[in-house]
């Protein structure tokens, strides 16, 4: 349960779901069924349509089968069939509203949505929902044609309502578009909520937005009931608890934050004796303003954009340097196209946009594979010979479809330990930020997008921490902040050793040896000064020269980095010396400039590039160092006797001081200038392809309004370029299903096919 209390409602009667070993029963059906996650969602939404809607379970159905009657082909089964009236449904005419449902941890995909409107459409239904009980939307329902965008609205009637024609024409009216501009307005009235009732700075009317978003999504991700946690949810749940509190007891909306930071005590969210800051009326004006979202889950970013639109807007200039717009967070991303086993990085992660695209990207991946996997079961039993068989045996072939489909589902299941998903959002992620703030906002964009704020951390992104070390990543994806210095009194202190010893022996058993290297990075260097660290450090101090050094010793061997620089940065001519470093750790893959104006809306002013590098593999390290050394070698001799002439001279105790220093001098020049001979030669031998690519237009504008995006037809060229020349090996996990005896079996890459099911 949510709380450590219970609610009960006097003097109603509520239907609930009821489950029995493995099976569940379907008043509908008025038999018991083989418990699966979609039928679940599917019980629990008919218990909502009795309690909450008022509808009689005599005027539904489950599992009717409706038909294309205008083309003549097509049949499909829907999950939920309503009418208005028990006559209606008694005399089969056409429906009121067809309900589709997806397991709870299924993301419901456009394709579903579309999927589910032509069944409403083929059984002459005004609504049309879709549900996974997380998320709900409703659609209304054009007659005689299929459109090319369907049309959203808030609610679908109540019982009472189908006699009121007026009422139903308001509800078929009332559009809901979930926009990131919406979205994006409720957390700027919230915020003035605070900044007028409260009078807290904007950075602390920030923090306890936070909070309360965080006690909606732990409230939202673990009810199937109400679903959202609104206003009218929190007076009764508040009634309850005053009911059974004692003297000593928080007031409800405190005990509401005690809870949600327990839940969270092992993300390091919040400090122990944290407590919510503002006013009770405060909080319940805002839990109003955000009752009509629910932010357990959604199918898109609309949430993530709108909240990093607001930080954006609201921290300008403390925060600004945080922020990423979209396209190119999305270009990054694809353009390195990370794979399902790959480990993720940003070690200045900000609000999570590189992250959250990431898992997304990835996580899209494992979905469709789980699909496919889905449509080839379906394929082969659902055979010519399927509508030939009798009822009982449909039905036999139906549930045997459900049970896989359950083990299908459950590799999309965070929360279940060895599912697909649960490797990517537990293994593959990780971010760290200096800035706790930024930090904590990470981690709640992440839960908002699916999770994986397991692995974000507050720290100094040049450090060290838990699973972010040297020669772990795969793909590192970054916006460090630049124009700024890491000074050379910035020392590792005693506050940045990692003391917490039962974290050390979970990390240590978790990564084994190489986490207890890591930790020698602080441990071996307090008092030492943070750019010693660094060999760049040597040539300068700027903080993007220094990030670029440290993500690429983040990379494994043949690691990918794409990273957001200040435009020229590696051809200024006071940086040689770092671009000649860099250039001896990684083939620089891609450049590409993009107009200054892009970053404009996040208050940016330098015009940025985004270069993407590939750390070298073991084998172009033996190929670099031996292009060095042949180069070397080939300079040498041009300098070989005048080099023993003077280290003769020099040897020769015979000569005076001034003259050897002065030979010594002599000697050095001429080491220096066979360095610099050295290095074109370096370049030839090691010759490759630098792609640099110019673009004018990148899908926002100064204002951050939408705009032609060339970054998406570059990805076109540049895909088909990386795969001819071969710039990376990325070994994927590939994972194969198949049904063979009534079993269902699974097997990775080239191992052996392994029975789930």
């Not at 915020?191 to 309360?212: G, M, Q, T, Y």
């Amino acid at each position: 349960m949510f709380y450590n209390f219970v609610l009960s409602l006097q003097n109603s009667i509520i239907m609930e779901v009821q489950i029995k070993d493995n099976k569940i029963y379907a008043p509908l059906k008025d038999k018991w069924l083989v418990l699966t996650p979609e039928e679940r969602v599917r019980q629990e939404y008919i218990c909502r349509l009795v309690n909450h809607y008022g509808f009689d379970l005599s005027q539904m159905a489950q599992e009717i089968q409706v038909n294309n009657s205008q083309r003549g082909q097509g049949k499909a089964r829907a999950d939920i069939v309503i009418w208005k009236s028990i006559s209606e449904k008694n005399d089969e005419t056409s429906a009121a509203i067809v309900v589709e449902c997806k397991a709870e941890h299924i993301t419901i995909r456009e394709e579903d949505y579309f999927q589910g409107y032509n069944y409403a459409a083929w059984a002459g239904a005004d609504f049309f929902v879709t549900t996974n009980l997380k998320e709900t939307r409703v659609f209304k329902v054009v007659k005689g044609k299929l459109p090319k965008g369907l049309e959203e609205i808030v609610d679908i009637p109540k019982a009472e309502d189908f006699t009121n024609s007026k009422k139903i024409k308001e509800l078929l009216s009332q559009t809901k578009a979930f926009t990131r501009e919406e979205f994006s307005k409720l957390l700027f009235k919230c915020h003035n909520i605070i900044r007028n009732n409260d009078k807290l700075s904007p950075e602390a009317a920030f923090d306890e937005i936070s909070k309360v978003l965080f006690i909606k999504i732990r409230y939202e991700r673990d009810n199937t009931g109400t679903q959202i946690f609104s206003k009218e949810e929190l007076k009764k749940l508040r009634e309850a608890y005053d009911k059974t509190k004692s003297k000593q007891s928080l007031p409800f909306y405190q005990q509401l934050f005690e809870c949600t930071k327990e839940d969270y005590v092992k993300d390091d969210l919040f400090e122990p004796n944290d407590t919510i800051k503002i006013k009770e009326a405060s909080f319940e004006a805002i839990v109003k303003e955000l009752e009509v979202y629910n932010l357990s889950r959604t199918a898109d970013d609309i949430k993530g954009i709108a909240f990093e639109n607001f930080l954006g807007k609201t921290f300008r200039g403390e925060l600004g340097q945080f922020f990423t717009p979209r396209t190119i967070v999305d270009f990054m991303v694809a353009l390195l196209d990370p794979e399902e086993g790959e480990i993720i990085c940003d070690p200045c992660c900000g609000s999570g946009g590189f992250l959250i695209k990431a898992f997304e990207y990835v996580r899209e991946k494992i979905e469709n594979d789980i699909q496919k996997a889905k449509e080839q079961i379906k394929t082969q039993l659902y055979d010519e010979n399927y509508e030939s068989l009798s009822e009982k045996k449909r039905t036999e072939v139906d549930e045997r479809i459900n049970q896989y489909f359950t083990v299908l589902n459950q590799e999309l299941d965070t929360a279940k330990d060895g599912s697909r998903l649960k490797q990517l959002s537990h293994d593959c992620i990780f971010g760290t930020d200096a800035n706790p703030r930024m930090a904590r906002t990470a981690k709640m964009n992440m839960i908002m997008h699916g999770d994986g704020h397991g692995g974000v951390h507050h720290h100094d992104g040049l450090l060290n921490v838990n699973g972010i070390f040297e020669n772990r990543f795969d793909v590192i994806l970054t916006n460090p902040p630049f124009g700024s210095r890491v000074e050379k009194s910035l020392k590792i202190t005693e506050a940045d050793r990692f003391t917490n010893e039962d974290k050390i022996k979970y990390y240590t058993k978790r990564y084994g040896e190489e986490y207890t290297k890591a930790l020698e990075q602080i441990n071996n260097n307090i008092n030492n000064s943070v750019i010693d660290l660094y060999d760049s450090g040597k040539f300068s101090s700027l903080t993007e020269v220094l990030f670029i050094e440290r993500c690429l010793r983040l990379l494994k061997p043949g690691g990918r980095l794409g990273i957001v620089l200040p435009e020229g940065v590696l051809n200024n001519t006071n940086l040689q010396s770092v671009r000649e470093l860099f250039e001896g750790m990684a083939k620089i893959i891609l450049i590409t400039s993009i107009p200054q104006e892009v970053f404009m809306a996040s208050g940016a002013t330098v015009k940025p590039s985004l270069m993407f590098f590939k750390k070298f593999t073991a084998e172009e390290v033996t190929q670099y160092e031996q292009a060095k050394d042949k180069a070397y070698k080939q300079v040498l001799s041009q300098y070989t006797e005048q080099i023993a002439e003077l280290k003769a001279y020099i040897e020769d105790k015979k000569n005076s001081r001034s003259e050897i220093k002065t030979k010594k001098a002599e000697l050095k020049a001429i080491e220096a200038q066979i360095a610099e001979e050295v290095k074109p030669i370096v370049k030839q031998l090691f010759d490759y392809l630098i792609p640099i690519a110019q673009i004018q237009k990148a899908g926002i504008t100064t204002t951050g309004a939408t705009c032609e995006n060339e970054l998406d037809e570059l990805l076109k060229e540049y895909v088909p370029y990386r795969k001819e020349h071969k710039l990376w090996e990325a070994i994927a996990k590939q994972y194969e299903y198949k049904v063979e005896n009534n079993h269902i079996y699974k097997k990775l890459n080239n191992s052996n096919w392994e029975e789930i099911c």
